[in-house]
């Protein structure tokens, strides 16, 4: 996700983070180093190096930071963002599954039905137009159990 732009603002004491599709806010008081009342920010700007995934603050005494947009929805909680760390956390564990499995890949493909590119594509954790589905059929097939644990966010 690209950011448009970022501008301080200190009566909200956050930054407020335009993206193509939404608006965010990022407070100072997750930055660091921090943004205090003797050390203002003098400039924030979307960092082109990051590839306009990140924004980058100067502060009065020189010293400076730099947020990524991943942040940035970590602390909104944008669902699509929380969905894709979901399918990232089940590849990941799918990846080690079929590495320590005695199992061979290609037995696995003809468990699941599936063509090896699309077995690959299952593997790769950068992928995100995987389902959750397809990642749970393949850990069934690799003879794993998988819970879904729901519970009310601690304070």
Same mark, same amino acid.
């Given at each position: 996700?690209?950011?448009?732009?970022?501008?301080?603002?200190?009566?909200?004491?956050?930054? #407020?983070?335009?993206?193509?599709?939404?608006?965010?806010?990022?407070?100072?008081?997750?930055?660091?180093?921090?943004?205090?009342?003797?050390?203002?920010?003098?400039?924030?700007?979307?960092?082109?190096?990051?590839?306009? #995934?990140?924004?980058?603050?100067?502060?009065?005494?020189?010293?400076?930071?730099?947020?990524? /947009?991943?942040?940035?929805? #970590?602390?909104?909680?944008?669902?699509?963002?929380?969905?894709?760390? /979901?399918?990232?956390?089940?590849?990941?564990?799918?990846?080690? @599954?079929?590495?320590?499995?005695?199992?061979?890949? @290609?037995? /696995?493909?003809?468990?699941?039905?599936?063509?090896?590119?699309?077995?690959?594509?299952?593997?790769?954790?950068?992928?995100?137009?995987?389902?959750?589905?397809?990642?749970?059929?393949?850990?069934?097939?690799?003879?794993?159990?998988?819970?879904?644990? /729901?519970?009310?966010?601690?304070?």
């Amino acid at each position: 996700m690209k950011i448009r732009s970022v501008t301080p603002n200190n009566r909200k004491k956050a930054f #407020e983070v335009r993206t193509t599709t939404k608006s965010f806010v990022y407070p100072y008081a997750k930055v660091d180093p921090q943004v205090t009342d003797e050390d203002t920010i003098v400039g924030v700007f979307v960092d082109k190096e990051l590839d306009r #995934e990140g924004f980058t603050y100067v502060l009065e005494s020189g010293a400076g930071g730099t947020v990524h /947009i991943a942040q940035v929805l #970590e602390y909104n909680q944008d669902p699509i963002y929380l969905r894709d760390m /979901i399918l990232y956390k089940l590849t990941i564990e799918a990846q080690k @599954r079929v590495n320590i499995s005695p199992l061979s890949k @290609r037995e /696995i493909i003809r468990r699941l039905g599936t063509s090896a590119t699309q077995f690959y594509r299952l593997l790769d954790q950068t992928n995100y137009h995987k389902s959750a589905n397809q990642l749970l059929s393949l850990l069934h097939v690799l003879d794993c159990d998988v819970d879904l644990v /729901i519970r009310a966010k601690s304070a």
